[in-house]
C-alpha cells in the first residue's frame, strides 16, 4: 500500500531514522546507502530526546555518516519537534563548527524541511556562521574545543570528534581538550539535572575524551567498531542489533579497510576503525618487557634449539601470514630467538622454508632442532614434509601442537617470562621487503603485533612464539651462556634474510 506524503511527513517528525534518511536528499549529492546501523545510532539518539538516557557516547568509524547523523540532522530534528530547544555543538576546529553549523540552517531552510515543521520560524536577524536562532527562542550555537561559550548554554551538547586526529597523541593537547570539557561543557547546560550530552567520535587514544569521560559515571557508550570477529550485540529496550564481521560493506568493504590500515599503520586503525585504541607502551606487552641481544654475538652450541611453525592456508593478501620462530633456550632459563619468518607461502614454498631454517640451525647449533607444528596446518603438511624428507633424505620428528586454547589465551603466556626479562630478541635480524631494502624484523613484530596485541591486524608471529609453551621445550642444565645487549640500531652488519 502507498504512503502517502501526509503519513510519510508524520513518519519523519517520529521517527529519526526516517527524518535522516530524507534528510540525506537535502545535505548530500550522493546516493543513501542505508544500513542497520543508522537505526541503531537513531534508537539511541531518540532515548536522549526521551530523557532515557542523559549521557551518551557514540564511537564510530569515519565515513559512516556520523557528524550529517548527529550533528547536522539530529539538532534540525529536534528544534523542528520543539522550537525552542538549543543545541551546543563542538568540534575540534572552529572552521569546521561553522561549516556544520550552515549545513544544518541550510537543511532548516529547505522547503522539505519547513512543510514538515510548519511551526519552527528561523530569526533571520539572528543568524550568523557558527548560531542561528528560531524566534522561539531555540537555535544552535557551534564553537571549538578551546574556543568560547561565554554567555551561551544549550538543552543539548553535542561533542562531534572534540578531538583533533594529528594532535591526539600529544600528551598536552591531549589533556587540555579533556580539561576543556570538563570546565566549559559541563557548566554550559541550561538544566544540568534534565539536559543532554551526546559525544560522537572515533577513538584515538586510550586517554582521548571518551577514555576520559569513561572514568566519570553516568555515560551509556555506543561502540560500532568497522569489523569485528567476535559476536557484539546491542540491547537498547525491546531493541536489540546483532553483527559480526562487517559494520557497513557498501561502504567500508574489506577491501576498503586493508587499503586504509596499510596507508594508515596498525596503531591509528586499531583506534579510529576499531574502536580500540591500544596504549602505547602500555598494553598487555609492555615496551618495557622487550629485552635485545646481539644474535651475531650468540653462541648457540650447547643450547636446546626449537623450531615452532603456525602454518596460514592460503597464499592471498588477505589471509594470516605463516610463521616460524626458531628458538634457543639456553642454562640460564632463559628464552632466545634466533632467527624466524613471517611470509604468505603456499604449502611447497612453507616446507622449503622450514628444511632451511632446520638445517641452518642443525649445522649452527650441532644439533637437530626439534619442530613443533600447529595442529590443522600439520593435517595438511605431513604429506609435503614426509615426501621431502625421503626425497632427501634428510629426516626429523614433527610435534603436534594442539593447546586446546583460544588464540589470545594462548599468546598472554607470553607475559609472564617477558616481564621476568626471561624472553630475549634479536636486534640485528633482518630481511629483504618487497623493494629489497632490510627492514629489523624483530622490530616489527614489536611494533605491529606485540605492542598492538590484542587489536593487531595479525598476531601470527606472536601465536608462532607461544608454542613453545606447548612442545615439550626443556632447557639445558649445563653451558655459558655470552650475549652482548650493547646494541647499536645502526651498525651496518646485519644478517639478511632472503624472502
Same mark, same amino acid.
Given at each position: 500500500?502507498?504512503?502517502?506524503?501526509?503519513?510519510?511527513?508524520?513518519?519523519?517528525?517520529?521517527?529519526?531514522?526516517?527524518?535522516?534518511?530524507?534528510?540525506?536528499?537535502?545535505?548530500?549529492?550522493?546516493?543513501?546507502?542505508?544500513?542497520?546501523?543508522?537505526?541503531?545510532?537513531?534508537?539511541?539518539?531518540?532515548?536522549?530526546?526521551?530523557?532515557?538516557?542523559?549521557?551518551?557516547?557514540?564511537?564510530?568509524?569515519?565515513?559512516?555518516?556520523?557528524?550529517?547523523?548527529?550533528?547536522?540532522?539530529?539538532?534540525?530534528?529536534?528544534?523542528?519537534?520543539?522550537?525552542? $530547544?538549543?543545541?551546543?555543538?563542538?568540534?575540534?576546529?572552529?572552521?569546521?563548527?561553522?561549516?556544520?553549523? !550552515?549545513?544544518?540552517?541550510?537543511?532548516?531552510?529547505?522547503?522539505?524541511?519547513?512543510?514538515?515543521?510548519?511551526?519552527?520560524?528561523?530569526?533571520?536577524?539572528?543568524?550568523?556562521?557558527?548560531?542561528?536562532?528560531?524566534?522561539?527562542?531555540?537555535?544552535?550555537?557551534?564553537?571549538?574545543?578551546?574556543?568560547?561559550?561565554?554567555?551561551?548554554?544549550?538543552?543539548?551538547?553535542?561533542?562531534?570528534?572534540?578531538?583533533?586526529?594529528?594532535?591526539?597523541?600529544?600528551?598536552?593537547?591531549?589533556?587540555?581538550?579533556?580539561?576543556?570539557?570538563?570546565?566549559?561543557?559541563?557548566?554550559?547546560?541550561?538544566?544540568?539535572?534534565?539536559?543532554?550530552?551526546?559525544?560522537?567520535?572515533?577513538?584515538?587514544?586510550?586517554?582521548?575524551?571518551?577514555?576520559?569521560?569513561?572514568?566519570?559515571?553516568?555515560?551509556?557508550?555506543?561502540?560500532?567498531?568497522?569489523? $569485528?570477529?567476535?559476536?557484539?550485540?546491542?540491547?537498547?529496550?525491546?531493541?536489540?542489533?546483532?553483527?559480526?564481521?562487517?559494520?557497513?560493506?557498501?561502504?567500508?568493504?574489506?577491501?576498503?579497510?586493508?587499503?586504509?590500515?596499510?596507508?594508515?599503520?596498525?596503531?591509528?586503525?586499531?583506534?579510529?576503525?576499531?574502536?580500540?585504541?591500544?596504549?602505547?607502551?602500555?598494553?598487555?606487552?609492555?615496551?618495557?618487557?622487550?629485552?635485545? !641481544?646481539?644474535?651475531?654475538?650468540?653462541?648457540?652450541?650447547?643450547?636446546?634449539?626449537?623450531?615452532?611453525?603456525?602454518?596460514?592456508?592460503?597464499?592471498?593478501?588477505?589471509?594470516?601470514?605463516?610463521?616460524?620462530?626458531?628458538?634457543?633456550?639456553?642454562?640460564?632459563?632463559?628464552?632466545?630467538?634466533?632467527?624466524?619468518?613471517?611470509?604468505?607461502?603456499?604449502?611447497?614454498?612453507?616446507?622449503?622454508?622450514?628444511?632451511?631454517?632446520?638445517?641452518?640451525?642443525?649445522?649452527?647449533?650441532?644439533?637437530?632442532?626439534?619442530?613443533?607444528?600447529?595442529? !590443522?596446518?600439520?593435517?595438511?603438511?605431513?604429506? !609435503?614434509?614426509?615426501?621431502?624428507?625421503?626425497?632427501?633424505?634428510?629426516?626429523?620428528?614433527?610435534?603436534?601442537?594442539?593447546?586446546?586454547?583460544?588464540?589470545?589465551?594462548?599468546?598472554?603466556?607470553?607475559?609472564?617470562?617477558?616481564?621476568?626479562?626471561?624472553?630475549?630478541?634479536?636486534?640485528?635480524?633482518?630481511?629483504?621487503?618487497?623493494?629489497?631494502?632490510?627492514?629489523?624484523?624483530?622490530?616489527?613484530?614489536?611494533?605491529?603485533?606485540?605492542?598492538?596485541?590484542?587489536?593487531?591486524?595479525?598476531?601470527?608471529?606472536?601465536?608462532?612464539?607461544?608454542?613453545?609453551?606447548?612442545?615439550?621445550?626443556?632447557?639445558?642444565?649445563?653451558?655459558?651462556?655470552?650475549?652482548?645487549?650493547?646494541?647499536?640500531?645502526?651498525?651496518?652488519?646485519?644478517?639478511?634474510?632472503?624472502?
Amino acid at each position: 500500500m502507498a504512503v502517502t506524503q501526509k503519513a510519510f511527513n508524520a513518519l519523519c517528525r517520529q521517527n529519526f531514522s526516517v527524518f535522516f534518511q530524507r534528510a540525506w536528499r537535502e545535505l548530500e549529492p550522493s546516493d543513501y546507502k542505508h544500513n542497520w546501523h543508522i537505526d541503531c545510532i537513531a534508537a539511541h539518539l531518540e532515548a536522549v530526546e526521551r530523557g532515557e538516557i542523559k549521557r551518551l557516547i557514540i564511537n564510530v568509524p569515519p565515513r559512516t555518516g556520523k557528524t550529517l547523523l548527529a550533528n547536522i540532522a539530529y539538532p534540525a530534528w529536534l528544534i523542528g519537534r520543539s522550537p525552542g $530547544t538549543r543545541v551546543l555543538g563542538v568540534s575540534y576546529a572552529h572552521r569546521l563548527s561553522e561549516k556544520i553549523a !550552515y549545513k544544518q540552517r541550510l537543511l532548516m531552510e529547505s522547503e522539505w524541511y519547513k512543510n514538515l515543521f510548519i511551526n519552527v520560524d528561523l530569526d533571520h536577524n539572528q543568524s550568523q556562521k557558527s548560531s542561528f536562532m528560531t524566534k522561539q527562542g531555540g537555535g544552535r550555537f557551534s564553537t571549538s574545543v578551546g574556543g568560547t561559550l561565554t554567555g551561551e548554554g544549550g538543552n543539548y551538547l553535542i561533542l562531534d570528534d572534540p578531538m583533533n586526529p594529528d594532535e591526539a597523541l600529544s600528551d598536552i593537547k591531549r589533556i587540555n581538550g579533556n580539561d576543556w570539557v570538563d570546565q566549559a561543557i559541563y557548566s554550559r547546560l541550561n538544566d544540568p539535572a534534565e539536559d543532554k550530552i551526546v559525544v560522537i567520535m572515533q577513538r584515538l587514544h586510550d586517554a582521548d575524551t571518551t577514555g576520559h569521560l569513561l572514568k566519570k559515571e553516568g555515560w551509556v557508550i555506543l561502540k560500532l567498531p568497522a569489523e $569485528t570477529k567476535k559476536e557484539i550485540v546491542v540491547s537498547l529496550g525491546d531493541k536489540e542489533w546483532r553483527y559480526t564481521g562487517l559494520l557497513q560493506e557498501n561502504r567500508l568493504s574489506r577491501d576498503v579497510l586493508n587499503e586504509l590500515q596499510e596507508n594508515m599503520g596498525n596503531y591509528a586503525y586499531a583506534g579510529q576503525y576499531l574502536q580500540e585504541p591500544v596504549p602505547l607502551g602500555g598494553g598487555e606487552f609492555k615496551q618495557d618487557y622487550v629485552n635485545y !641481544y646481539l644474535s651475531s654475538e650468540l653462541n648457540v652450541r650447547g643450547m636446546n634449539i626449537y623450531i615452532t611453525v603456525d602454518p596460514a592456508t592460503s597464499k592471498k593478501k588477505t589471509s594470516d601470514y605463516t610463521a616460524m620462530c626458531v628458538w634457543a633456550l639456553g642454562a640460564d632459563n632463559n628464552y632466545y630467538i634466533i632467527d624466524g619468518l613471517k611470509e604468505r607461502l603456499n604449502p611447497t614454498e612453507r616446507i622449503n622454508k622450514l628444511f632451511d631454517l632446520h638445517k641452518k640451525w642443525n649445522e649452527k647449533s650441532g644439533k637437530p632442532p626439534k619442530v613443533g607444528y600447529e595442529r !590443522y596446518g600439520m593435517m595438511s603438511d605431513t604429506h !609435503y614434509i614426509e615426501q621431502k624428507q625421503k626425497d632427501e633424505s634428510y629426516r626429523f620428528p614433527l610435534r603436534e601442537i594442539h593447546s586446546g586454547m583460544q588464540k589470545e589465551e594462548r599468546i598472554r603466556r607470553l607475559v609472564p617470562p617477558m616481564e621476568q626479562g626471561r624472553i630475549w630478541l634479536p636486534s640485528d635480524l633482518y630481511y629483504k621487503n618487497h623493494k629489497g631494502l632490510p627492514v629489523n624484523f624483530m622490530s616489527d613484530i614489536v611494533e605491529q603485533e606485540m605492542l598492538l596485541f590484542p587489536f593487531a591486524a595479525h598476531d601470527d608471529f606472536l601465536d608462532a612464539m607461544s608454542m613453545i609453551f606447548d612442545v615439550g621445550a626443556i632447557f639445558p642444565k649445563s653451558g655459558n651462556i655470552e650475549r652482548k645487549v650493547n646494541y647499536d640500531w645502526g651498525r651496518s652488519e646485519v644478517s639478511v634474510l632472503d624472502i
